[in-house]
């Protein structure tokens, strides 16, 4: 099917260089009829060699003529590997196929309908890697003076195991999390660190506000402790950055106080794509670079189970029975239920 689309919005390029091809072909056989025409016409030739005394094999050899001669190109083969190959490499390069999770941004994505019919979509060429595809983008800057978390396991560490899994739950199911605060080189440390739980479509992140936004502009967000957010409720975690008092002790993330408000607890079992992170993060033998790809691998595994649940319950309506069948098929269960759909509608959500 991919071909099919990458054939169908190529075909007006082709089109056109072919005719190209064709035009050159023909002005130069078309030169050498001229020629041949001005020397001996062609058809009192043709009379000849149908009525004359030549056997089969020398008639044959006079009427059929290869493109070479007809052309008076000794190369023309050459010639057309040539044009055939470039044809096929700028063919291949100038549509490039891109994988979006999510919604695309109009700032970089400019849609222009040809005339066939079919829709352009011009972006910056960029390198594609299938490992950017899984990691959210969040590169907030911290201050190089204030303290930071460095890594999801550092933020496992700081925060204690129970309200680590609540915080990466919240997140993985799609509630909203607050981030309230001082330094802001500490807070957006955080929320770096938690891009590696989600896919990219998963992760839309709002730093340094000066009000309260709701999920619809982001699900994670990051405020001074001055401005007034929402009380926590089940779709809304808080987690309040305290400083110490002492400000030599204001430089060790250590001596900071942090405190987590949720209208909601953790279920009795949580995800299985979040207790397996949970293991990497404590398996004190996997190095954080190990751990990171372990991570994506994690993430496409589950990032392809969420799209096929989603678009099963598109097409049959959603029959419980099916998509239970199905969940099992591909070894998810019960707990994975709202994470599957977070992540699968997150993925292929698109514009109405």
Request: hydrophobic share 40%.
């Amino acid at each position: 099917m991919r071909d099919k689309f990458f054939l169908l919005n190529s075909w007006p390029f082709l089109v056109d260089n072919i005719m190209t091809l064709v035009s050159a072909l023909q002005a130069k056989a078309a030169k050498v009829y001229e020629c041949e025409q001005a020397e001996c016409p062609q058809r009192a030739l043709r009379l000849i060699v149908a009525h004359g005394n030549s056997d089969s094999k020398h008639q044959q050899q006079r009427t059929s003529r290869s493109l070479a001669e007809l052309t008076a190109d000794k190369e023309v083969f050459s010639w057309l590997h040539l044009r055939f190959t470039w044809l096929l490499k700028a063919g291949a390069d100038r549509l490039v196929e891109k994988i979006v999770e999510g919604l695309p941004t109009p700032e970089l994505y400019n849609h222009q309908e040809t005339e066939e019919g079919f829709t352009l979509v011009t972006t910056a060429k960029q390198v594609h890697s299938p490992v950017l595809e899984l990691e959210a983008s969040a590169s907030h800057d911290a201050s190089p003076i204030s303290p930071v978390v460095h890594n999801i396991r550092h933020l496992h560490q700081i925060l204690g195991p129970t309200p680590f899994l609540s915080l990466a739950y919240s997140l993985m199911v799609g509630r909203q999390l607050i981030l309230r605060g001082k330094p802001a080189g500490l807070i957006a440390s955080i929320a770096n660190c938690l891009n590696v739980l989600v896919p990219r479509s998963c992760y839309q992140a709002v730093l340094n506000s000066d009000q309260y936004l709701d999920v619809s502009h982001c699900n994670i967000l990051s405020v001074e402790p001055q401005v007034a957010v929402p009380q926590p409720s089940p779709d809304i975690l808080r987690l309040d950055v305290l400083q110490p008092c002492d400000h030599a002790e204001q430089s060790d993330v250590n001596k900071y106080t942090y405190k987590i408000t949720w209208g909601d607890k953790l279920p009795k079992k949580c995800p299985t794509v979040l207790l397996a992170m949970e293991k990497a993060i404590e398996n004190t033998k996997l190095n954080d670079s190990a751990m990171h790809y372990h991570f994506i691998a994690l993430k496409q595994e589950w990032l392809g189970i969420a799209k096929v649940v989603h678009r099963v319950q598109q097409w049959n309506g959603g029959q419980p029975q099916d998509v239970t069948a199905l969940l099992q098929a591909m070894g998810a269960q019960e707990q994975d239920q709202g994470l599957l759909e977070f992540w699968g509608a997150s993925a292929t959500y698109k514009e109405h």
